[in-house]
Every structure is written in structure tokens, then in C-alpha cells.
């Protein structure tokens, strides 16, 4: 029998959960959620009904783990501790900050449910902190580093577009390669944020618009900008829709450490990614852990769980058996 | 309280283990058990005992986990099922073909006597195992990759000093760049066993032998040298020692994949280990999973487990709580 998956949400990550779906022969997409209009929501999967968020819990016993493709500012803090009442539930909250709190928010709701609610799950949090994990338990004498991109920061370009003059923008996370070079080569540098990435801007002006102006309010936002080496390149409209449409992303987890009697052996361990598509590989990796989700509460397992919790056979298709066989 | 740690074997695996113990602050070194003289060993931590493996019975209340550092021909076939009836264990079993046999017999032990026993801890099988199941349950559509090296094969390195005339020999397995390339470049090239590696030899001749045929009888042994590009360098037993003593090793698990509605996206996964001392980051695996050996039979688990059945937070001396808020 299929694990039934539910979609909420129906954006690129709800889009990218739908093909990565598609991909595993032990799921069917049994519904998709929405709080638009369900009748104006046209979807790839040509069986699969789409329902309005408003009528989700009637559809309880038809979903076996519900895919929760919102925000993290606003929607996911409400919607998973809610519909974990109801559904195993997997997310992909990545406010660093407050995991704490929302891990404890799903906890209650989930254990007194009885189900299994997967918070944070993707690649940065997920894939990454799983490396930074076994890389630092592995190596408890040493330095991890994270590095972003080359990839588009979504944040970023929607600051951008905000200026006043702006028509689009697109923003590029690069690690600063040097940067990528001292680390790999064990050499643990002290990196500040400038250190460690730049930051290139693709920004559409509008007719007329100060560019000069627009340039200097980029580089000097707080947060954003002000602490990174960051360049401006204006273009037209039609080359950032033919050249910058795609949404790449990747990056490196790198720890280097030492072991011997006196730390006198060096190890490097590194974890990259090279992503073309950011929301359809965070969303890959959404359906890998609903198949744990699915597990685990089959084993009588509950409560709130990351991704530091699911032992990785539950992650795959095959049995125990095979994977020892063929992947250990 | 500390995790109590035994060592069974006090080769370059069990003096590994004993740093990497030194190294984790919630373990201690309880004792080390040899099939040599006991007398005769002369361990580095001056206040832990060393015993004859006759009596390592009479010691099952002094330790918690006994880190078994046998090789995986004769000793681990054998010791691990045995003293799994005493102990939880760790072995680093990687006679690939024979996982299958060796967790049934650890299995049906561990379960009668409520152990924990964790076979082939390491990094390949262990590291790179989970990084193959990993990649694979994210990326289902996908080819995945194994190379090794530049690294010692100590098998490879015996068997040219089986050769008549041979002093001593060192053994380098190297990954072909090119194959690497194209790997990392997503084009999931179709592989034989001499485009993915070379063999280079250093050996020591004996005094008047007859290089020509030593550098034959290498290049044509099967299955260690016949179907690769082997590469033979004579030199003196001094360079050896000075240039090549050392035992690094590494390798690259790289899976390609795609997604999309259409299999429109590609992304790589690569994972990498650059180790100045092979068995030293064994060892150091071989610690982290006696730190999850404990835990988990601590809350009732029992029999057989690989790396694949150990959720990552297992691993680590932080709590769940620390984990979440520091490394997720």
C-alpha cells in the first residue's frame, strides 16, 4: 500500500513536493490544500483532488503524513503544531532562533495526538545539519564551517525589491573562494561575515530611477548588505527574466579536526550541495523524511522530531536487508 | 558518569580508539583486553589495565561498551557474536559480501542477552554507507559514485610484499580526476574499474632481484592489479620509511540526481574525507557509535544495529536540546 501524502500550500515548494512524489513508487499525492481557491489551483497530477484548507480535517483518514509547504515568519509557527492534532506532519522551518520553541510546540500537540511531526527539514537546516552532526561527533577536536551558494537568496531579492526605483532583482550568496580554500585546507581561519561570502545584486531599474541612489541604499541596508562585499549590476528586464530566472542554490559543510595521542593526524570532511532547483530539492527531501514520518508512528513512535532523530534507513525505500546489502 | 570503554586488540585500530577516548570528555578508558601477553603491552593511558582476552568475562561489569579492533577476516567473524553475550560492542566488519551473515549471528546474540551490537562502524562501510543512503532516498532518480583515495590500501600493500624479491612495498589507490570531473559535473558517465582508479607502487627490492619481474608479477596479479593502470617505483628502503610511513586514506561518495516534473533539474551531492591517518578516523567513528551503543541499549533496545539504525543525536554528548539549538 502507497503512503498517502497531503500537500498544504501549493507555491514552488508545494510544486517541487508534487514531482518529488511522483519520483517515489511507494507515495501517491492523495490531496492537495489550499487557502485560495481550490477551483482556481490547477495542479500536474491529474487524479489528485484539491481541497480548501477550510475542510482539511475531514480528510483525515485519507492522508497518512501532510507536507506543510508554507513560510516560516508567519504560517508554519501556527499551521504544524495545528494540523499535527490531525496528521503525521513534515516541515521545513528554517528560523534558526526560534526552533526551540516551535520543536516544543509540535512536541505537546503531536505526543497528545499520537503522531509524528518532522520540523525543519530540507537542506539548511536538514542535509547540513546532519553534517555538521556527524562531522562534530566524529571529530570532537576541531572547527565546522558553513558556507552558502553560489545560489539565489530569496530574502535578499525581495529586500532589494523594496527600494524605491526598483522593478526586480535578483541576489546571489557566492562563498568567497579563498575563504573555501583555507578551510579545506585545515588551516581553521577566524572568518568574519565579509570574509566568507559576497553578495551580487541583478536589479531591473525603473524608468528614470536614481541608480547611483538605489546602489548605495543596497550596500549600505543593515543585515543584508552593510557587512558584505557587494556589487550592483543594473540590467534590463528581459535579461534578468532569459539569464536569472532559475532558483540554484547549494554550498558547503567543511569541519577539520585533529585525533592522535597529541592531535598530531589532520582530517578534512566535507559535505556539498549543487542545486539548480532550491525549492525542488528541499522538497526531495521533504518526501525522504514523510516516508520516516510514516514509519515511526507506525512503530508507535510520537512527538516533535528533526531530522537529528530519524534513524536513516527509515529515509528509503528498500528494507533493512537490502540496504545492507547494497548501500553499507 | 563516564561511558566505560573496553579495546579488544591493541593494534593501529585499538591505540586509534584509545586517543579518540581521550578525546571525549563522557568516556574513559576501562580497560584493554589482548590475546597477547599483557605484560608485554605497553599502553599510553598510564591508569587503565591491560588483561589477557581469557579474562575478559570476569571484567563484563567494569565496562559499558567493548570496542572490538579485530580484522574482519578471522577475528570480527568470530569475537563479536561471541562477546555480545557480555557486552554491548562496536566492530568495524567490512568484508562487504559477508554483512549479511555477520549481522545475523550478532543479531540472534544481542537479542538474547538485551546487547546492543553495532556492526561495520568507519567510514567505509560507515561514513561513506551513510552518505550513499542518504543521497539515494533524496535523490531517488540519481547514480551514485564511490572513489577512494589518495590512500594506503594496507591489502594491496601485503600483496606485493608477497612477491618473491620484494623487501617492502607501499600501495596508493588514486582516483582518476577525469572520472571525478564527470561525475561532479552530473554527466553520470558509465565507469570501468580502470577509469575510476589508479595503483601506484613503491616497493623495496630485495638485493639483486630481478625488477623487470616483480614490476610484472604486480601489474598482472589478478583482481588486486590486472584491471587497472598500475604505475611501479623502485626505491630504497630509507625513502620508504622517511617519505612513505604514514597511513592517509580518503574518498569521494557522489550521487547526481534529478528533479522536476520532467526530470528537469540536476543536483549533485558529494561528500569527501581527507584523513592524515586511517585507522585514527576509524577509531573515531568507532567512539561516537560507542557513545549510541550505550544510549540505546540504556532505553531497551537490543541486537544488531548499523549505522543505518542510529539516529545522528545518538552520537553526540550535547543533549537533543543543545543539538537543536546550536548545530540544526
Not at 11 to 25: D, F, H, M, T, W
Not at 28 to 46: G, M, W, Y
Not at 184 to 192: A, F
Request: charged residues 25%.
Amino acid at each position: 500500500m502507497s503512503i498517502r501524502i497531503g500537500i498544504l500550500g501549493y507555491g514552488n515548494l508545494g510544486r517541487g513536493v508534487e514531482c518529488a512524489v511522483k519520483q517515489n513508487s511507494d507515495m501517491e499525492l492523495a490531496a492537495v490544500f489550499t487557502r485560495r481557491d481550490p477551483v482556481q489551483i490547477k495542479i500536474r497530477s491529474a487524479e489528485t483532488p484539491v481541497y480548501s484548507i477550510r475542510e482539511i480535517t475531514e480528510h483525515q483518514n485519507e492522508i497518512d503524513v501532510l507536507i506543510i509547504c508554507g513560510g516560516s515568519a508567519t504560517d508554519l509557527p501556527e499551521q504544524t503544531p495545528e494540523y499535527v492534532n490531525y496528521f503525521n506532519v513534515i516541515d521545513s522551518f528554517d528560523t534558526h532562533a526560534k526552533i526551540p520553541e516551535h520543536f516544543a510546540n509540535v512536541d505537546k500537540a503531536a505526543k497528545q495526538a499520537g503522531k509524528i511531526g518532522i520540523i525543519s527539514v530540507g537542506w539548511d537546516p536538514g542535509m547540513f545539519s546532519l553534517n555538521r552532526v556527524y562531522a562534530g561527533a566524529v571529530l570532537p577536536e576541531g572547527a565546522s564551517y558553513t558556507f552558502w551558494g553560489k545560489g539565489v537568496s530569496q530574502g535578499h531579492s525581495d529586500a532589494i525589491r523594496r527600494i524605491a526605483g526598483v522593478a526586480d532583482a535578483r541576489q546571489y550568496t557566492i562563498p568567497v573562494p579563498a575563504a573555501l580554500e583555507a578551510v579545506r585546507n585545515g588551516e581553521n581561519p577566524q572568518l568574519t561575515t565579509r570574509q566568507k561570502h559576497t553578495r551580487d545584486c541583478y536589479v531591473v531599474a525603473q524608468e528614470g530611477a536614481d541608480l547611483p541612489r538605489i546602489e548605495q541604499e543596497i550596500k549600505e541596508m543593515p543585515n543584508y548588505f552593510a557587512d558584505y562585499d557587494t556589487t550592483v549590476h543594473f540590467i534590463s528586464q528581459e535579461e534578468l527574466d532569459k539569464e536569472h530566472s532559475g532558483i540554484p542554490h547549494g554550498g558547503f559543510v567543511i569541519r577539520s579536526g585533529n585525533t592522535g595521542w597529541d592531535g598530531e593526524h589532520q582530517h578534512v570532511i566535507e559535505y556539498s550541495l549543487k542545486l539548480d532547483s532550491n525549492p525542488e530539492f528541499t522538497a526531495s527531501v521533504l518526501a525522504a523524511y514523510a516516508r520516516a514520518a510514516y514509519r515511526m508512528q507506525k512503530e508507535g513512535m510520537s512527538g516533535c522530531k528533526t531530522v537529528l532523530d530519524v534513524a536513516p534507513a527509515y529515509l528509503c525505500r528498500q528494507s533493512g536487508e537490502e540496504l545492507r546489502r547494497e548501500l553499507l
